[in-house]
């Protein structure tokens, strides 16, 4: 089923201090791509600070040292996004590509023209217009922004002075089309958006200022089709599970006559009977993929008083009006209210649950950036997850060292034993079993045989005998079951760039 693209753009003015208040707008409105300029980013902010649940993030810093500037993309994850890099060297701007339309790529784009010429050594107006000849026949385009060119009348497409006008011009050669109508600073509209086609936007919608910057909000409907929809499929809820009945079941098994045959046998039966009881005692729920997870510490207050926020300024018009200075002032104190309840929560029960703390901790300075897209040695890039894995296979594949046939060399010499402590036996005991499993965590994903830990630890009394039995079996036999050998493998992107050549991929250490 296909769907029409929601965006939102907004200067923010400094977005390291906006982030929750992002987040919040971001569960509220469900865009499908959030534009940001003058997000103040540098080296020392990093990528965990920014992200948004939901969202992959698209970055490029001011690359000089000059306070301001910067620029952001979040495209929901579904969609994977590959980022896309122009050749020309205009300094603010971040791009990507997505499907949409049976196999079409839309390019997405957000862009900062600085009005302060003296930041970059260079004519930055010449700069932009390179970069609108270079992508400005691109079949669909997306562009937003806030390119800073108050002067230009939108009406009649003409402009005070020569930059701007160079602009405009540039802009109608390409046959590129300017959406937006209403005044977005001030009494000035120096926030665009930008496409290839002049019915891909039907309204472009000003939602009232962002958190405290003095930008409006822009929000509208890309009239383009993608198949990035969420998903949904079932899954085991362990929560809800018949662990009576199981038990009950596991208790009055005779292991001792169903466990026959080798290492290999007895393991297989085993798991073949967790997982009928699965089947059988363990209801399923419907998991939805591509739906933005709210932020823990965002209640569902702040989330009613932003949309009630944007309704108050759809229907005044006027960021002074009274209603809608009301609504921005009780939205803004509940986000960080509650997000001060919930970081005090965390602090408060740090010794009974210390794992919610350092988890939140480690979401606020790490993140998983994912690997790919994959340029291969012909210099086809690779963006699929089923191609790229068929692509690091056969990479790995073929640095793998290849064992000899030759039969391992024997020991010839043994040292002399005084003391008689040979090492003839492995004692496994029920009691080193059941110490064992309740070392598990049940906050672990399941391996290949697609066994919850969570699971495994609630019945770890009824299945402590047949895991004895099957260890035993295996150090006596010498064997080692497959399940037990087979690992889920991925590749993790480290440093460096993370389009990845493969030619070089050890050097770029992912």
């Known amino acids: 089923m296909d769907k029409f693209l929601s965006c939102i753009y907004v200067n923010a003015h400094s977005i390291i201090k906006k982030v929750d208040s992002l987040q919040t707008v971001a569960r509220a409105f469900q865009p499908d791509t959030i534009g940001i300029t003058e997000s103040w980013t540098n080296s020392d902010i990093a990528d965990a600070e920014l992200m948004v649940p939901g969202y992959d993030l698209f970055r490029k810093d001011r690359p000089v040292s000059s306070r301001g500037g910067g620029v952001l993309l979040y495209v929901k994850s579904i969609f994977h996004a590959v980022e896309y890099r122009p050749r020309t060297a205009f300094p603010e701007h971040i791009w990507c590509t997505l499907d949409v339309d049976g196999g079409k790529n839309l390019l997405v784009g957000v862009c900062y023209r600085t009005p302060n010429n003296d930041i970059f050594n260079f004519d930055n107006n010449r700069r932009l217009n390179d970069l609108i000849v270079e992508l400005g026949g691109s079949e669909m385009l997306l562009l937003m922004g806030d390119f800073n060119y108050p002067d230009i009348n939108w009406e009649d497409l003409s402009a005070s002075s020569v930059t701007s006008q160079m602009f405009v011009d540039s802009l109608e050669d390409h046959f590129l089309v300017q959406h937006v109508k209403n005044n977005t600073r001030k009494d000035s509209l120096l926030d665009l958006v930008i496409t290839s086609e002049p019915d891909m936007v039907d309204t472009v919608n000003v939602l009232g200022n962002f958190a405290t910057s003095d930008h409006q909000l822009l929000q509208w409907t890309l009239n383009v089709k993608s198949s990035g929809l969420a998903s949904q ?19 009055t098994t005779c292991w001792s006559e169903i466990l026959r045959g080798d290492a290999e046998q007895m393991w297989s039966t085993f798991r073949d009977t967790l997982t009928e009881l699965m089947n059988t005692h363990v209801p399923r ?49 509940e986000i960080k209210r509650s997000k001060r309840r919930f970081e005090k929560k965390l602090a408060e029960n740090i010794k009974s649950d210390v794992k919610s703390f350092f988890s939140y901790a480690r979401n606020k300075s790490q993140t998983r950036s994912g690997v790919g897209p994959i340029r291969t040695e012909s210099g086809e890039l690779v963006s699929s997850p089923a191609d790229m894995v068929d692509v690091l296979n056969k990479y790995f594949s073929s640095v793998f060292t290849k064992e000899s046939n030759k039969p391992h060399p024997s020991v010839e010499y043994l040292p002399d034993i005084n003391d008689g402590a040979v090492l003839r036996d492995i004692h496994i005991s029920e009691d080193i079993v059941s110490k064992k499993l309740d070392l598990m965590r049940d906050d672990k994903s399941g391996g290949p045989d697609d066994l919850s830990p969570r699971f495994l630890n609630r019945i770890k009394d009824e299945i402590c005998v047949p895991l004895t039995m099957i260890f035993r079996q295996s150090l006596d036999e010498g064997v080692v079951p497959v399940d037990w050998r087979t690992a889920n493998v991925s590749p993790i992107y480290k440093k460096g760039d993370n389009i990845l050549l493969l030619q070089g991929i050890t050097d770029q250490s992912a």
């Open 233 to 251: 499929h079932l899954v085991l809820d362990y929560a809800k599970a018949d662990y009576v009945t199981i038990k009950s079941e596991l208790s």
């Open 285 to 333: 729920r419907i998991l939805k993929d591509g739906i933005n997870r709210k932020p823990q510490w965002m209640s569902y207050k702040a989330l009613r008083l932003i949309k009630r926020k944007h309704r108050l300024y759809a229907k005044y018009k006027d960021n002074k009006h009274p209603a809608y200075m009301k609504a921005a002032r009780e939205a803004n104190t």
